[in-house]
Every structure is written in structure tokens, then in C-alpha cells.
């Protein structure tokens, strides 16, 4: 069985709202092993809707729509189905008599413009709503079948969930598809996408199931193995041997897997150590911090982050030498270490970590461009810089400073770990 999602509402084309009920059917459906080849977006415009609608009952199975459904004049998802479908759309009295205990409950004129919504084609199943008035419906028509939900997320979500996700499975184990596409994905960080791809080049070459997909966030490498298998136990078994391939030549960059954050690691790894950090900061200022304190409980680990945004305040409260300061600049690798060795020095942390850089895009010379950011990480056992060449946009530089910052102490508490290990 083929799926393809539709979404409508001009909204999305405008880019006034980003289409995250696509987002969550695709991840649902892939979960119960159902092709989602296609997805289509369409305004709130009944000739194109129709028109968008009959080529996708051409070459998809079922077309699950989400958006249109509701009490104005651009909500004609049910209209355009009911045309193509050839049928007539009549009133769910069910439907109808909740949108009018509504409008009694609230002391809302019931207008005819509230009831529309309780139209359906003629023949379609009712998919009931149960936390909103607009009923969704699946029509079945010659061999093909229209799923149509609301576009409001929590509604769609409910629905979906109660009532489409469950049919749909049901449909699926009927026709002897496969019960599940699973994935397993490896987060990697300090690699690019292309340097990642080519060290297992021939994995990707020679994949059939499971499936292997490099695809690059702003800050990081996420590589997707993907299998079909007949249940999640039977998708994990071949997924095992992939992973630990792929770890075998990329290990030293994946931090973690499927929904870690490299904070969440890094917090980890720390409480585990009985470690405590302390961060100074300059070009991100402040991000590190908020990084690490999204993590509850991060507080048993994480004692300062002091943004030294000036070079006065790196030497009132780091006691950056004004020497190091004139001789190198803010934005040096002497710099990044004397502002971790501060940071770990007045807060009493076991490592201190540190960020200057330019993010531009302004502030850059000859010698020193937009994106040239210095790490540093101090502790008893010494003090470590890093140098970095980055590229984008103001926020993007400052996203990925933070984020090698992090994986500098990552690598750091790796190491550790591998020293005390017997």
C-alpha cells in the first residue's frame, strides 16, 4: 500500500507556518511499514485542489489529506473530494449536533458557515473529533481511498491516533506488507556530511535493507540506517550488524543515537564522572549555557557560565592577562585558554570550557575572517585549545561554535573514561 500525504492551506506555500503534521504522519506511517513515496501541497483554491487531487489518486493508493476542513470560505477540502469523488456531500448529524452544543455552550449564533463543516461525501466513513467540531472522513472510490483530517495539529494528532493510524495498519497487515520500517540514527559531530559519506562510501554503494542515509544538520551529521522487516525485533537484528560497521570506521565522531543531543551526553557523562564544568563565553554568549541547562537535572553538574562578551570583562572575571589580550587579541588561541583556565579557576569546577570568535559579520580583519573561533578546555591536567574556520550566517557560526565547544568536552570526558577504564 502506497500513502502519499497532501497537505492543504495556502498558509504552507507562503511559508507562514511550517508543516509539521506531514512530519508526524511520515514518522507514524514509516513506523507500520507504509510507502510514503509523495507529498503534495496545495493552496486554499478549489481548481488547483482538484487538479492536484486526481493526479495523486492516479498514482498512490491512499491520499491522506491534512488542512481545509472547517467553518470558512477556504476550507473546501470536503467540497473538492466530494467533485472528484463524483458524490454528493451531505451533513453527519452526529457532527452536526456537537458543533450545535458548542455554539449553545458558548453563546455563539449557529450560523450556517459552522455547520458546513459537518458536510462529508456521500458514503465516506465519519472519523470523529475529539477535541475539536470538525469530523475528518475516509471515502473509498473505485479501488482508491481519501483519508481527510483537520489541519490543526492537536486535532489531526487525536484523530490519526484514535482512528487513521489503526485503520491504515489494519489495511496494511491485510495485504501482506511489511509491519514495520524501522531506523536507528547515528549522530555524529567535529565531521562534515562529505567527509562522513566517503569513509563508508561502499556501504552506501552496496545497501539494499537495511538502507543507509547521510543527510547534514546546521551543526552536525545524522547517518539514518533504515530497514523493512516483518516486526521491530526482526528490523533491529538487521540493523546490528550495519551499526556496528559504520561505528567501527566513524566511532571516534558519533556521540550518540536517534533523539541524544550532544548536551544530553555530555550532562551524562559528567554526572557519571562526578564531574563538575564551568563555562566562559564570548562570541556565543551564552548559548553554551543554554544548551546544557535544557537538560533537567543539569544543575548536579553545572555550576557557572559567565559571558566575558568584552575584553574588560575577560580580565575582571576570568583574569585574562591584559598582556595576553594586546599581544594576541580577544579572539586567539591565548586567549581561549586563559579564559578556561579563569573559568575553572574562580568557579571550583573540575573543567572549565571556553568560546571566543567572530561572528560577524562585522568586527573581521586580514588576519582574522568571520568565522575563526578558538575553544579552550582547562583542568588539572592542563589546558587545550582548538582553532576553527566555520561558515554562515551570524546565528549559524554561533550554533556551531556551540556546538564544537561541546564535543571538545566530549572528546575530553571520553578520553578520561578510557584512562580510568580497566
Known amino acids: 500500500m502506497q500513502v502519499e500525504l497532501f497537505s492543504v492551506g495556502t498558509e504552507l506555500l507562503l511559508g507562514d507556518i511550517v508543516d509539521t503534521n506531514a512530519a508526524y504522519l511520515a514518522g507514524k506511517l514509516s513506523e507500520l511499514g507504509i510507502n510514503v513515496y509523495y507529498k503534495t501541497t496545495v493552496g486554499d483554491n478549489t481548481e488547483r485542489l482538484a487538479a492536484a487531487l486526481r493526479i495523486t489518486l492516479g498514482r498512490s493508493d491512499v491520499v491522506l489529506a491534512t488542512g481545509g476542513l472547517g467553518p470558512t470560505e477556504d476550507d473546501v477540502t470536503a467540497a473538492v473530494v466530494a467533485k472528484v469523488a463524483e458524490a454528493d456531500l451531505v451533513q453527519d448529524e452526529e457532527s ?7 455554539a449553545r455552550q458558548r453563546g ?7 455547520l458546513k ?6 458514503g465516506a466513513i465519519v472519523v470523529a473529533n475529539p477535541v475539536g467540531t470538525a469530523p475528518g472522513f475516509i471515502l473509498l472510490k473505485g479501488g482508491k481511498t481519501v483519508v481527510a483530517l483537520p489541519g490543526v495539529p492537536t486535532e489531526m494528532k487525536a484523530m490519526a491516533e484514535q482512528t487513521v493510524l489503526p485503520y491504515l495498519a489494519g489495511r496494511a497487515s491485510e495485504e501482506g506488507g ?4 524501522l531506523s536507528r540514527v547515528l549522530r555524529l559531530a567535529g565531521i562534515g556530511e562529505s567527509q562522513a559519506e566517503a569513509e563508508i562510501a561502499d556501504l552506501v554503494r552496496s545497501q539494499t535493507n537495511p538502507t543507509i542515509a547521510p543527510y547534514a544538520k546546521i551543526h552536525e551529521v545524522f547517518l539514518r540506517v533504515t530497514a523493512r522487516a516483518a516486526d521491530r525485533e526482526a528490523a533491529l537484528d538487521m540493523i546490528a550488524p550495519v551499526e556496528a560497521e559504520i561505528r567501527k570506521r566513524l566511532g571516534e565522531h558519533i556521540y550518540g543515537a536517534d533523539g541524544e543531543t550532544l548536551e544530553e551526553v ?3 557523562m559528567l554526572k557519571q564522572a562526578g564531574l563538575k564544568l564551568a563555562v566562559a563565553e564570548s562570541c556565543t554568549g551564552g548559548l553554551i549555557g543554554h544548551r546544557i541547562t535544557n537538560i533537567p537535572g543539569s544543575s548536579d553538574y553545572f555550576l557557572d557560565s559567565i559571558v566575558t562578551y568584552s575584553d574588560e570583562s575577560k580580565v575582571k572575571f576570568l583574569g585574562v592577562p591584559e598582556e595576553t589580550l594586546r599581544q594576541h587579541g580577544a579572539v586567539s588561541a591565548k586567549t581561549a585558554g586563559a579564559m578556561a583556565e579563569g573559568v575553572w579557576r574562580v568557579s571550583g569546577a573540575d573543567i572549565g570550557l571556553s568560546v571566543t570568535g567572530i561572528a560577524g559579520p562585522t568586527g573581521a580583519t586580514p588576519t582574522k575572517p568571520v568565522g575563526l573561533v578558538y575553544l579552550g578546555r582547562s583542568g588539572a591536567s592542563g589546558t587545550v585549545t582548538e582553532e576553527l574556520r566555520l561558515r ?17 568536552l566530549y572528546r575530553g570526558l571520553r578520553n578520561r573514561a578510557a584512562e580510568v577504564s580497566p
Not at 96 to 102: E, L
Not at 108 to 114: E, G, H, R, V, Y
Open 108 to 114: 455563539i449564533k449557529l450560523a450556517d458557515s459552522l
Open 266 to 268: 555530555v550532562g551524562r
Open 96 to 102: 452536526a449536533g456537537k458543533i450545535r452544543s458548542f
Open 178 to 181: 511489511p509491519a514495520v520500517i
Open 392 to 408: 554562515g550566517d551570524r546565528l549559524t557560526i554561533k550554533e556551531r561554535a556551540a556546538q564544537n565547544a561541546l564535543y571538545l
Open 117 to 122: 463543516q459537518a458536510r462529508v461525501p456521500r
